[in-house]
């Protein structure tokens, strides 16, 4: 028998990805499978109820124009149909909608760990598995409203930085929310986005379910659909047009630029401003992926433990943005150096481990203590002259 809260990710884990048979499963199992192939090939996924309003007092209104006016404000999205809820009271929390979510409640519940661990596991599901039970759903208007669901994101994850268990022991949960979970602030790139979206299903209805999908689900993927489309029509540059438009949202800033950028928005912070601007000449200094990918290991590490010191909760949440667009630099580094490994000399190697053990620090891979280990480790492989024995240990110790 699996422990909890360890048995339903586990199964979920199996229901999804087909890591058992049905022979090797209970009864109640095998059903809430099928349940699962159904929602992946209907139209409006696990929203078979259709969409609703959401009140703040409670209620809950079919889907029409101002149904909250009176109660509060609230939301709109999709109705869990009677399987989905199904699933979810017994332990599957799938279809997660964070829009109008009691958060504090939530993380206040007893069983947040399990349902968030869940939440992470269907986000990882719908990018890889073409939308999971959301394949069709993403093409139904009003099922998920991107907007809500954003600011639902922003302030989980606000709230769990404001936890000192998250930024501490649970830092790598913590962080893998930050990189699944949309949570960024509208822009006018976004907004310019939609707006030429709406504009091209305007002007054709064939374009709606592209359309739909941008508003409510929209990634960084969308260009190569909307380009896909394009290169059906007879006047395809009013839809390049708009596939320019989304990369430009998903295109990243370089980043020494980034870190001056983040470091001006910290003026009340004098030694993190330093931190970010010391940062971004040490990483010009340079151009050599050597040097880079050392600094940006650095730089990752130096971001985690700076997060106990900022008091603010949605600045910790900011730099752990910026810890991921560091993480991605440091890969690009890291490629790049594979060129150099057939004439890297021993000591340049075992450099370069240590810099991936700082790195993977830093993204909370390994803890404060495996670090000091580590480094321990290879500051025996540190000498000119060493036993091959010694050599051989240490590294199978790394």
């Known amino acids: 028998m699996i422990p909890s809260p360890f048995r339903h990710i586990t199964i979920l884990l199996f229901l999804v990805c087909g890591f058992v048979t049905g022979t090797g499963l209970a009864g109640d199992t095998v059903k809430y499978r099928q349940w699962i192939q159904e929602m992946k090939s209907a139209s409006r996924g696990p929203f078979s109820e259709g969409i609703k309003w959401y009140c703040n007092d409670g209620s809950v209104y079919?889907?029409?124009?101002?149904?909250?006016?009176?109660?509060?404000?609230?939301?709109e999205h999709g109705a869990l149909g009677k399987k989905a809820r199904t699933l979810r009271e017994n332990g599957y929390w799938i279809a997660n909608l964070l829009a109008g979510v009691d958060i504090e409640r939530l993380l206040d519940s007893p069983d947040f760990v399990d349902r968030y661990n869940q939440l992470l596991i269907e986000k990882y599901l719908i990018t890889a598995d073409d939308g999971w039970i959301l394949r069709k759903a993403l093409f139904y208007r009003g099922a998920i409203q991107e907007e809500d669901e954003r600011e639902g994101a922003r302030k989980l994850l606000t709230a769990m930085a404001g936890k000192k268990e998250w930024i501490g022991p649970r830092f790598a949960g913590l962080r893998t929310g930050v990189r699944m979970l949309p949570h960024g602030e509208d822009t006018a790139s976004v907004q310019k986005v939609r707006q030429m979206a709406a504009s091209l299903a305007e002007q054709d209805r064939h374009f709606h379910d592209l359309r739909v999908k941008i508003h409510g689900s929209p990634d960084a993927g969308d260009a190569?659909?909307?380009?896909?489309?394009?290169?059906?029509?007879?006047?395809?540059?009013?839809?390049?047009?708009?596939?320019?438009?989304?990369?430009?949202?998903?295109r990243a800033l370089p980043l020494p630029q980034l870190l001056r950028k983040d470091a001006r928005i910290f003026s009340g912070a004098h030694w993190l401003q330093k931190l970010l601007t010391d940062a971004a000449k040490g990483y010009e200094a340079n151009p050599y992926p050597e040097h880079r990918y050392a600094a940006t290991a650095?730089?990752?590490?130096?971001?985690?433990?700076?997060?106990?010191?900022?008091?603010?909760?949605?600045?910790?949440?900011?730099?752990?943005?910026?810890?991921?667009?560091?993480?991605?630099?440091?890969?690009r580094q890291g490629t790049a150096l594979r060129k150099a490994m057939k004439k890297a000399t021993r000591q340049h190697r075992i450099s370069w481990i240590r810099q991936a053990a700082t790195a993977a620090y830093g993204t909370g891979l390994i803890n404060k203590r495996s670090l000091i280990e580590a480094e321990k480790s290879l500051a025996r492989l540190s000498h000119d002259d060493i036993p091959l024995s010694t050599y051989l240990k240490e590294l199978n110790y790394l």
């Open 62 to 75: 079919p889907a029409k124009a101002y149904a909250c006016s009176r109660h509060g404000g609230g939301v």
């Open 224 to 250: 190569e659909r909307v380009r896909q489309y394009a290169a059906k029509q007879k006047e395809p540059q009013k839809y390049l047009a708009l596939a320019e438009e989304i990369d430009k949202v998903y």
């Open 298 to 331: 650095q730089l990752l590490a130096e971001l985690r433990d700076a997060l106990p010191r900022i008091h603010s909760h949605s600045a910790r949440l900011r730099v752990l943005d910026l810890s991921l667009a560091v993480e991605a630099d440091n890969f």
